[in-house]
């Protein structure tokens, strides 16, 4: 089956350590999204890449890094410098020439 | 840029009546506007979309308005049932945005149908 897979599906940091969420696709998608869910709001974006080796700051990208290695992956590091990391976390893909976004299962992070 | 405010919050409906959920939008250059339902601790799912050349789409019983003179959207689902129940999400995105497919959410919507 093609789609669209984040793991963990659950995540717990200490303050003051980076941890980095997986999202993977099968689907040939050359889009990819990370976007922020905290309760009572919408999805914010972090960071999203069009082609490999390539990516854009979202509206929310500070203590976050991304790469873009590999065109099925695109693996989201929550640093140190994120003051408030605790968030339910989704990865979205979309193909080219195309406008509609499908999202993963998403990872829910909590600070401890 | 963008900003997309949706209402009401919290939607309670009886089974069986009709939930209408309600965008607006402020960029009139906007020109797609997906709907999302999520279910608890799942990834959002697309339900229906709309483009800016239509003013209504139907699917079964889903349905998307769009009046983009006064930049306003809506989803319409009749007939409701407790599966309904999930929170929904509009979303916004402009043609500069279409390119990079970044796309705007409202705050969203918890619908709850009531058996």
């Known amino acids: 089956d093609g789609g669209i897979t984040q793991s963990p599906k659950y995540l717990f940091r200490k303050e003051g350590q980076n941890v980095t969420l997986s999202c993977e696709q099968n689907l040939n998608h050359d889009a990819m999204y990370w976007y922020r869910q905290d309760p009572g709001q919408g999805l914010r974006l972090i960071y999203y890449s069009q082609i490999v080796n390539d990516f854009q700051k979202g509206d929310i990208a500070e203590g976050y890094s991304v790469s873009r290695e590999k065109k099925e992956s695109f693996p989201l590091t929550v640093t140190s410098a994120q003051k408030n990391p605790t968030a339910f976390y989704l990865c979205?893909?979309?193909?080219?020439?195309?406008?509609?976004?499908?999202f993963g299962q998403g990872t829910r992070l909590t600070v401890v | 840029g963008e900003n997309v405010e949706q209402h009401p919050s919290t939607l309670s409906v009886q089974e069986g009546d009709s939930a209408v959920i309600k965008c607006t939008y402020s960029d009139s250059a906007s020109n797609y506007f997906p709907w999302y339902k999520q279910e608890l601790g799942k990834g959002p799912q697309l339900i229906i979309d709309?483009?800016?050349?239509?003013g209504e789409k139907k699917d079964q019983r889903i349905a998307v308005t769009l009046n983009k003179t006064a930049k306003h959207f809506s989803l319409h689902i009749t007939e409701t049932q407790p599966e309904d129940s999930a929170v929904y999400f509009c979303a916004a995105s402009s043609p500069h945005d279409n390119q990079g497919g970044k796309l705007i959410f409202g705050q969203g919507t918890e619908l709850s149908v009531k058996p």
């Open positions: 979205a893909c979309r193909k080219e020439g195309r406008v509609e976004a499908f």
């Open positions: 709309i483009r800016s050349n239509v």
